[in-house]
């Protein structure tokens, strides 16, 4: 690990103050802040440990949880504040109840030690675990390495995206908070302003460095979830290589309104897969006033990944998230709901 400044924030305004005077520094790249913040720590510390981030201040944000650590649900829905851990909200009554495809994709995503002390806030920023980019000796790696290249296109694609990528970058966006959040319409907010979360991460394109709509310096303080007549009858499905502690070869988060046997709306994400958290509309309108079977749920798989881009090693995800998906469908329609 690099020698870095450390400094403390007791509020937001306090913490993007501490960031806009950080200029950037030698050996730290173009595209990435000088500063970055410090919640958890669980993602940010590791990847400062292996050299692929660089940050000369890294700036604690834990005392914001004063002001950001609520969790408040209503009838119009419910807002975290960014600093709530992955086990307080996993963990709340409102959460387990009125939405537990959020639930699920907390308690499905890491160990207990790691949900306890890891943000939502900082959780919804996390970076790839593609091998690429966490391993510096290869060169070719355009979201830590602008112009160098991309390794993964020609190497060992496993665990790459099938969806959104670009011949820049197909690393996949590992979260699965996420993938509730964008099938349930949720926005962030930051000092400044909100943000559709389905606007928050960018698709690489050309630039794979810059993977959301973020300022530098910029800080996310809450993330609201709208409430539906869906939110309840929701669930989120991962497949893994191991069911403990793993990232999704392939998940779905599905929340459904239903009308007897027929969906009047579907929300569905799919995770795993792309290189951002994937919503698919297409297999949402092809449920639509439909009554949900295996016939019509695999209709909606087809549709999920009928623009699926497989590389060598990946091509499996294809066959996998359709199963996946239906599978999904299926146990989301056959809950109960009060």
Same mark, same amino acid.
């Given at each position: 690990?690099?020698?870095?400044?450390?400094?403390?924030?007791?509020?937001?305004?306090?913490?993007?103050?501490?960031?806009?005077?950080?200029?950037?520094?030698?050996?730290?790249?173009?595209?990435?802040?000088?500063?970055?913040?410090?919640?958890?720590?669980?993602?940010?510390?590791?990847?400062?440990?292996?050299?692929?981030?660089?940050? #000369?201040?890294?700036?604690?944000?834990?005392?914001?949880?004063?002001?950001?650590?609520?969790?408040?649900?209503?009838?119009?829905?419910?807002?975290?504040?960014?600093?709530?851990?992955?086990?307080?909200?996993?963990?709340?009554?409102?959460?387990?109840?009125?939405?537990?495809?959020?639930?699920?994709?907390?308690?499905?995503?890491?160990?207990?030690?790691?949900?306890?002390?890891?943000?939502?806030?900082?959780?919804?920023? #996390?970076?790839?675990?593609?091998?690429?980019?966490?391993?510096?000796?290869?060169?070719?790696?355009?979201?830590?390495?602008?112009?160098?290249?991309?390794?993964?296109?020609?190497?060992?694609?496993?665990?790459?995206?099938?969806?959104?990528?670009?011949?820049?970058?197909?690393?996949?966006?590992?979260?699965?908070?996420?993938?509730?959040?964008?099938?349930?319409?949720?926005?962030?907010?930051?000092?400044?302003?909100?943000?559709?979360?389905?606007?928050?991460?960018?698709?690489?394109?050309?630039?794979?460095?810059?993977?959301?709509?973020?300022?530098?310096?910029?800080?996310?303080?809450?993330?609201?979830?709208?409430?539906?007549?869906?939110?309840?009858?929701?669930?989120?499905?991962?497949?893994?290589?191991? #069911?403990?502690?793993?990232?999704?070869?392939?998940?779905?988060?599905?929340?459904?309104?239903?009308?007897?046997?027929?969906?009047?709306?579907?929300?569905?994400?799919?995770?795993?897969?792309?290189?951002?958290?994937?919503?698919?509309?297409?297999?949402?309108?092809?449920?639509?006033?439909?009554?949900?079977?295996?016939?019509?749920?695999?209709?909606?798989?087809?549709?999920?990944?009928?623009?699926? #881009?497989?590389?060598?090693?990946?091509?499996?995800?294809?066959?996998?998230?359709?199963?996946?998906?239906?599978?999904?469908?299926?146990?989301?329609?056959?809950?109960?709901?009060?």
């Amino acid at each position: 690990m690099r020698a870095f400044t450390y400094a403390a924030a007791e509020s937001a305004d306090a913490a993007t103050r501490l960031a806009a005077r950080m200029p950037a520094a030698n050996g730290v790249p173009p595209t990435e802040a000088a500063a970055q913040y410090l919640a958890g720590g669980t993602t940010l510390l590791d990847l400062m440990k292996l050299d692929v981030m660089r940050p #000369q201040t890294v700036i604690d944000i834990t005392g914001l949880r004063r002001e950001n650590a609520a969790i408040t649900a209503g009838a119009d829905g419910v807002t975290f504040g960014a600093m709530v851990s992955m086990a307080e909200a996993a963990e709340h009554p409102a959460v387990l109840r009125d939405y537990p495809v959020i639930a699920d994709t907390l308690k499905l995503a890491a160990s207990q030690q790691l949900r306890n002390m890891a943000s939502l806030g900082g959780n919804v920023l #996390q970076r790839t675990r593609c091998a690429y980019f966490r391993d510096t000796r290869w060169d070719a790696c355009n979201k830590r390495n602008p112009g160098s290249g991309c390794a993964a296109l020609d190497g060992v694609n496993r665990q790459h995206a099938v969806f959104g990528a670009s011949e820049a970058c197909i690393a996949t966006y590992p979260g699965d908070f996420a993938q509730a959040l964008i099938a349930l319409d949720a926005r962030v907010e930051t000092p400044s302003r909100r943000i559709d979360f389905a606007e928050l991460h960018r698709r690489p394109g050309s630039t794979p460095n810059v993977e959301t709509v973020l300022r530098p310096g910029e800080l996310i303080t809450s993330i609201f979830v709208p409430a539906g007549a869906w939110t309840r009858r929701s669930r989120y499905l991962k497949i893994r290589d191991r #069911q403990s502690y793993q990232f999704a070869l392939t998940s779905a988060a599905v929340a459904l309104d239903m009308n007897g046997g027929s969906v009047r709306e579907a929300r569905i994400a799919l995770g795993g897969v792309a290189t951002v958290p994937w919503r698919s509309r297409e297999a949402e309108a092809a449920l639509r006033d439909k009554v949900l079977d295996e016939v019509t749920a695999t209709a909606a798989a087809e549709a999920a990944f009928a623009g699926a #881009q497989p590389r060598k090693h990946n091509a499996y995800k294809v066959a996998l998230g359709k199963r996946t998906l239906v599978r999904a469908l299926l146990e989301t329609a056959q809950m109960r709901v009060a």
